[in-house]
Each structure stands twice: as structure tokens, then as C-alpha cells.
């Protein structure tokens, strides 16, 4: 399975503020890439999705991909207490995906 | 529409026993997962079919087995459980992209203790 690497947290940010989230990894030739998002006890949820390089917005979500440097990241705009939660770094690898650690990220009052 | 569906949510075995994790797709999906995530870790890969009849191993799939006789049903089982198989399992699917796989839906969980 290729390996997938993600800064490791926790990330303590206030209510309002932009969270930073990266993730590398092994494989070149992987072509989809994935951000889930897990609250505590729960299942995985897919939040965003890229394929090509450059930066993809979806409300307070961007998702940047660089495949050059085999970098993908997201960034949390006007982080809420809602946004409270695990993000999994997720890249295809033929017909199945490899996950990171997760990043826990707390958005304090 | 129901998703993916996992039986049971909970359950405590003692070392040696056996047990089927059940796991049901109700979208047509092609492919199937099993992944399992011990606390502060990602998600490892067990087993993952890619079409009713084909199975294949991933990354950690000693201590378990997977059969899979219909599109709707990926049941994984365990022999002779160990502590080592405490975990929370994650049952999930996806439909075929290209020539990859797309989004993965997943199951609610099964959270298994090993006495």
C-alpha cells in the first residue's frame, strides 16, 4: 500500500481563524486525492476531492494539489467548533485508496 | 436508500473464538473494503473485492478471511481471535472511476473487543 504522511497534530486554532492541513505522498503516478473528515465514534466522510493540480474551493474548503511535489493540502477558512474533527489524507492506489494518520484538528471558542 | 450497512455495531469476543463481520451494499457498487482503524492510527487495508467472485489481500489481511458471492454482500471473518484484533472496522464501497476507484462510502463501524 503507498504510504501517505500527514502532519500529526493535534491543530489548535481559534473560532474564525484559517486551518492548514498537508499531506505527502509515495507514489507518483496516483491520480485522485482525497480529504475525509471524522468526528469522534464516527465513520469517515468525504469532504473534497482533486485530480488535477492547482486549487479546488468548495464553501469554506480549499483543496490544493501540487503533483510535482507529490503534495496535497486543505485549508479550513473561518474555522467553526463544528469543524472540530479528524481530516484523513486519502490517495487512490489502483482500485483501492491509502489513508494517513489524520490530522485532529480542536477550533476553540 | 439504506448505503452500507454493518452487523454487528458492537461486540466482545474471547481470545480464540470466531466471528463474521457483516457488510451490505445496497448502490450497485463494484468495489468493496474492509479497512480497520486502531485509536490514533489511519485506516489499514484488510481485504477488498473489486467484483462478486474476486477478493484480494491488503495491507494487514493475516487473521482474517473475506468471501464475495453476491454485488451487495462482503462479509469479513475472523478465526481464532487474538487482542491483537481489538479495533474498529469499517466496512466501505465505491463504483468504478476510469480506471480507478472513486469515493468510498462507508459503513458505520463495528467495534470489536478481544478479551
Known amino acids: 500500500q503507498k504510504e501517505v504522511e500527514q502532519n500529526s497534530g493535534p491543530l489548535s486554532v481559534p473560532e474564525g481563524a484559517i486551518a492548514s492541513l498537508n499531506c505527502t505522498y509515495s507514489?507518483?503516478?496516483?491520480?485522485?486525492f482525497f480529504w475525509y473528515r471524522q468526528y469522534s465514534g464516527k465513520s469517515p466522510e468525504l469532504i473534497m476531492s482533486?485530480?488535477?493540480?492547482g486549487d479546488k474551493e468548495d464553501g469554506r474548503f480549499t483543496a490544493q494539489l501540487n503533483k510535482a511535489s507529490q503534495y496535497v493540502s486543505l485549508l479550513i477558512r473561518d474555522s467553526q467548533p463544528s469543524d472540530s474533527a479528524t481530516y484523513l489524507c486519502a490517495v487512490n492506489d489502483d482500485y483501492k485508496l491509502s489513508f494517513g494518520a489524520g490530522t485532529t484538528v480542536t477550533v476553540r471558542a | 436508500n439504506a448505503g452500507v450497512t454493518q452487523t454487528p455495531k458492537f461486540r466482545i469476543l474471547k481470545i480464540g473464538q470466531s466471528m463474521t463481520l457483516q457488510c451490505a451494499q445496497d448502490?450497485?457498487?463494484?468495489?468493496m473494503y474492509w479497512y480497520r482503524q486502531d485509536p490514533g492510527m489511519g485506516l489499514k487495508l484488510i481485504y477488498y473485492?473489486?467484483?462478486?467472485?474476486?477478493?484480494d489481500k491488503g495491507e494487514v489481511p493475516n487473521g482474517y478471511n473475506v468471501s464475495r458471492s453476491t454485488t451487495e454482500d462482503f462479509p469479513l471473518r475472523l478465526e481464532l481471535a487474538a487482542p491483537s484484533q481489538t479495533s474498529v472496522y469499517f466496512c466501505?464501497?465505491?463504483?468504478?472511476?476510469?480506471?480507478?476507484?472513486?469515493?468510498?462510502?462507508f459503513g458505520e463501524g463495528s467495534r470489536l473487543t478481544v478479551l
Open positions: 448502490m450497485n457498487h463494484n468495489y
Open positions: 507514489d507518483r503516478v496516483s491520480q485522485s
Open positions: 473485492s473489486v467484483g462478486a467472485g474476486i477478493t
Open positions: 482533486i485530480y488535477s493540480n
Open positions: 466501505a464501497s465505491s463504483r468504478r472511476t476510469g480506471s480507478n476507484t472513486g469515493e468510498l462510502f
